[in-house]
């Protein structure tokens, strides 16, 4: 996957070197540019302005400041740790003059820059810059302050600081080899041809359907097995209520095993048994109440005895 730093300066040289401000014979070159547009500030100066759109095309305003001004994009670096005397690959290069323009390379003599509202290589225009231009200057120059090294979340891009905080090993030189080659296409599948008649489907033997036997039955076979197996599900549901009838008529008129016979041999039935069971519980019932009304009678006696003594 290709780091964020190479998308930004892929991005970056991607952008064609040319006059992109208006100019009229009275005013000369006016500030107004695509980039200013888009920031909410036409026709200012737009140096700072292009650095930051230029994250933003990538996706990565989210690290850097989105201001218009060279000091304060340089003091809000210095706050977070992130300025350095070093150019890296992305950073903002302050010159001095209040002009910024992102570094795209280096090396031990120089520092390689692209930026907006600049000029041409060579060119002078009284100090007001025109449009998107590259320039070499030599590292050692006066007119550099320092560098805005903004941190990328996903690494550290290429960087000449011997002790950059953001983790990458310093390097004596980087030079944009061009752009990283495009994904390959996804290849597009030929439509394959998935008609079937009626014929092959229903003859098509399904394997995991193997009987015990090893045969293997074909479509049509497992589905009139299926329809016959739901008719006998029907039926047994149908009859059902009459089995379980049966088969209780069955079981309750069956004699009880061995050790529920009676003194005389006989062994009774379940429905026996459970009737002598009732008769049984309603005489225990009846034996109770003629017991409680005894003890209630023998109390009422003990009573009046009690009175005629005293």
């Known amino acids: 996957m290709t780091p964020q730093w190479k998308r930004l300066l892929d991005h970056v040289m991607a952008v064609p070197e040319q006059v992109y401000e208006g100019w009229s014979r009275a005013e000369g070159y006016n500030n107004d540019n695509p980039w200013g547009e888009r920031f ?5 100066p737009w140096c700072v302005i292009w650095d930051w759109c230029m994250y933003d095309d990538v996706g990565l305003a989210g690290i850097v400041p989105r201001v218009d001004n060279v000091v304060t994009f340089s003091n809000w670096a210095r706050q977070r740790g992130q300025w350095s005397e070093y150019p890296s690959i992305g950073a903002w290069a302050n010159f001095g003059n209040g002009h910024t323009e992102l570094v795209v390379g280096f090396d031990s003599a120089n520092v390689y820059t692209k930026g907006g509202n600049s000029v041409q290589a060579g060119s002078t225009d009284a100090g007001q810059g025109n449009g998107v231009w590259s320039h070499a200057t030599a590292r050692r120059s006066s007119r550099i302050v320092g560098y805005f090294a903004p941190v990328f979340p996903d690494g550290c891009p290429p960087t000449a600081d011997p ?9 004596t030189s980087y030079r944009w080899p061009g752009p990283d080659p495009a994904p390959a296409p996804t290849p597009v599948q030929e439509d394959i041809d998935m008609t079937v008649t009626p014929d092959e489907l229903f003859n098509w033997r399904v394997p995991q359907a193997s009987l015990a036997n090893g045969y293997v039955p074909n479509l049509a076979e497992l589905l009139r097995g299926a329809c016959e197996a739901n008719d006998k599900v029907d039926q047994l549901r149908a009859d059902l209520p009459d089995i379980v009838k049966s088969v209780l008529s069955s079981v309750l008129a069956s004699p009880m095993p061995d050790f529920a016979a009676l003194p005389n041999g006989y062994r009774p039935s379940l429905v026996e048994a459970f009737n002598g069971a009732k008769e049984a519980d309603s005489k225990i019932n009846q034996l109770t109440a003629m017991v409680q009304a005894l003890t209630t009678t023998v109390n009422q006696l003990a009573t009046k005895l009690a009175s005629k003594e005293s």
């Open 40 to 44: 909410g500030e036409p026709g200012v």
């Open 163 to 171: 002790r950059d905080p953001r983790g990458g090993r310093p390097q």
